[in-house]
């Protein structure tokens, strides 16, 4: 019934998945000095879906994976507090899944010390499964004392889409209407016009 309004939302909903990707795949995006999405499966996962009901029409992004809620608002550390609205109750964050991170072949492994003369120096260590147990616990420990700083990466993808929303939905809107009573028209001859 209302296809041009349909289409309007559904671009929308293209764009702002769009403008997702780009944020979490842009260097420096949100203060950081390298990309959110160091594996790309966040941003693989990305979606949408449009439904319809008596009320009216809900379109609801998705994500394959269940942290992009945590790094889009950020989650509230013990010790560290980023005004989130999650929060780390325990010392650690999830073990296992920081595990299979530090598995992933982007990830290097290494090692800092202070050497005999004082310099702090930094060397690559071999990645063995005592090591990558290691890495995975001292991440989990500072991950949930430190929390984690929002990103934004899809708040600001929807404010941007939305700037453009509100003009193409009045010409969506006037669209339909008009296709509405043209079809209502032709669908009753004893209409006429004065």
Partial sequence: MFEHVDDVLDDFSKEVVRLSRRNLNLSGFAKKGRKIDNT???SNGLGYKIKKGN???LIEFT???DYAAFIDSGVNGT???WNAPFGFKGKFANIGAIEKYVKSPKVKLRK???NKSGQKVSQMVQKNDKNIKSAAFAMARSIAANGIKPTKFFT???NEAYDNLPPKLEEAFVKDAEDILFKDFQNNPNLKLK
């Fill in 79 to 81: 010790k560290i507090k």
């Fill in 112 to 114: 800092t010390f202070i």
């Fill in 63 to 65: 994500s394959k994976e």
């Fill in 156 to 158: 600001e993808a929807i």
């Fill in 55 to 57: 009320t009216g029409t």
């Fill in 40 to 42: 790309k499966s966040l």
